[in-house]
């Protein structure tokens, strides 16, 4: 009975210490959740606290499916290492303890988007009671980057209700992504009869999101300024990001209020002869508008909303109108502006044409043009400014005062204004020849000279060439110049000559003289003098030729070779002329010999 009674004892106390160990239990520690990019790696670790070793622990992981249940994938005891086959983490997990005390980490590869569950960590062992973590894995995927698209027609502000703005389109993103939309920079809400936003998505067949969102307004003329783009928020592990679309204008169609029309071209002030550009334009935007451009002076009227007028005239001052009508509510507005074209009258020079004065005299003209603007004149003779202002006077005219005055006219408000016109004048008055510079000449006989006379004089002088013994001389060339005449004559040189230049008109004559000295042409005297040189020439070679032969002074024409020669070797020339019968025996060495001396051989040279 004793011992029935300590045996019920022991299993009292040993159940007892069983019960307390109980009460104590294992503390698991997980993250709340994991976070990972789709394809990436996923460590999920799991910590616990025992107070039993680790090879005394039961650890088992698990995952809850989209339906609630819990599905073992690995379990772990002090001899055994095991992931659960048949499930979709089989080949892709591992288990490690990280050395740490109380640690191990469950690492899934190739996470992909439907890996994102629930994971359980249950840690058991025979003295504790179980403890058990839970950690929610997150997958993410980057979306493309995100497009808008505008309305391609334009939005009447006359439309009736809410009129489609843009849509914006993001696909490929994990989880979805949300879109905004921002006009100028203020992002836009749900208003009612002002702005309403439609978003929508679409779950692909890879899980991943399409998200799109069309904006629709009710537009007014101030949104013909505004830009309009998305912004695109997405999740990644850690935070979200933020990228935006390119930004967009619309197309608004509104009539116009007011109306406005300028010349364009030219810039500044307009002269007869430019080509006039008129502009016609509204402050509104709308293709139902008509525009036309309209004259009040003549009543013309020209489609469009520009006019180009050719060569304009004073005749197109006035002023034009540019009227638009509105189609859709047949309302008109108008837009007024003026034209004005200067003018500047051809110049009138009095007298006209061609004045005579009288040497002496004074020349008064004036020039004068009409014009809309301040006028400047100026008188020009031969490119040289003569006189500034209308009037031209010249005192005591002369033969320079002759000659064509220009008178131009310009306005110096507008560059290139301007008109001009000549006036001839002409000096009454006896012929004057010019002074001539060669009077005396010298020319050789058998040439030809030429001699010219300027004669100046009104009327034009009568010029005749006349020689000493009167004979009249005919002129080669004639003509008549500004203030009087230009002749010239060719004479042809036999013996000397005197000419004479005479001019006349009713006014009077006038003379000058010409005198030519002929000379023997230089052509005969150089062919004597050549032929001289040549004759000497071929005489002074035969004669030494004849001497350093011994054919000169020797009486039988033999000399002695054996006879010493002389210092003295004579050379006799005879020199006869056709009038005596004389001879003169010359010595080459300066020795005259009477004719018995020579005995020898002597050349005859005759002239």
Known sequence: MAVRDAASLLVGLLILCH???????????????????????????????????????????????????????????????????????????????????????????????????????????????????????????????????????????????????????????????NITWYRNHTPLRNIDDEVKVNPSSTSESTGLYTVSSQLNMKVVK?????????????????????????????????????????????????????????????????????????????????????LELHNVTRLHNGQYQCGIVELDTMEEIRGVTSVFVNYLDAAVVMPKDTILVTQGEELKATCNALSSLQTDTTWFKNGKVVTKGHSLMLKDATFDTAGTYMCVVTVPEIEGMQTSEVLHVKVQGPPKIMEQEHKDLEESVGNAVDLSCNVRGFPAPSVTWTTSDGKVIETATKEETEDGVHSVVSIEVTSDITAFCNATNEYGTDAVTFAIKAREGRGVIIAVVIICILLLAILGSTLYFLYKKGKICGRSGKQDLTKEKSSKDNIVVEMKSDNTEEAVLLEVNGEKRPPSDQGGEYLDVQK
């Open 222 to 306: 101030a949104n013909k300024d505004d830009q309009f783009y998305c912004e695109v928020t997405y999740f990644v592990p850690g935070g979200i990001r933020m990228t935006e679309t390119n930004r967009i204008n619309i197309t608004v169609l509104y009539p116009s209020t007011e109306v406005s029309i300028w010349v364009d071209s030219p810039k500044g002030k307009i002269k007869e002869g430019d080509v006039v550009e008129l502009h016609c334009q509204g402050n509104g935007n709308s293709p139902t508008e008509i525009m036309t451009i309209s004259h009040n002076q003549t009543g013309q009227i020209w489609d469009g909303k520009m």
């Open 19 to 177: 019960t307390w160990g109980a009460w104590a239990n294992i503390e698991v520690n997980m993250e709340d959740r994991v976070e990972v990019f789709r394809g990436d790696t996923a460590q999920i670790a799991c910590m616990f606290k025992s107070s039993e070793g680790i090879g005394a622990m039961i650890i088992q992981w698990f995952y809850v499916t989209w339906l609630g249940e819990k599905q073992r994938l690995y379990y772990q005891d002090s001899t055994t290492k095991i992931p659960e086959r048949g499930t979709p983490f089989t080949d892709r997990i591992s288990v490690n303890d990280t050395g740490a005390s109380g640690e191990v980490v469950l690492t899934i590869n190739n996470v992909q988007l439907a890996d994102e569950l629930e994971f359980i960590c249950l840690v058991k062992s025979l003295s504790e009671a179980p403890g058990e973590g839970r950690t929610k894995l997150k997958v993410f995927e980057t979306p493309e980057l995100p497009t808008i698209q505008g309305v391609q027609t334009g939005i009447s502000v006359n439309d009736d209700g809410l009129s489609p703005i843009a849509s914006c389109l993001v696909t490929n993103g994990f989880p979805k992504p």
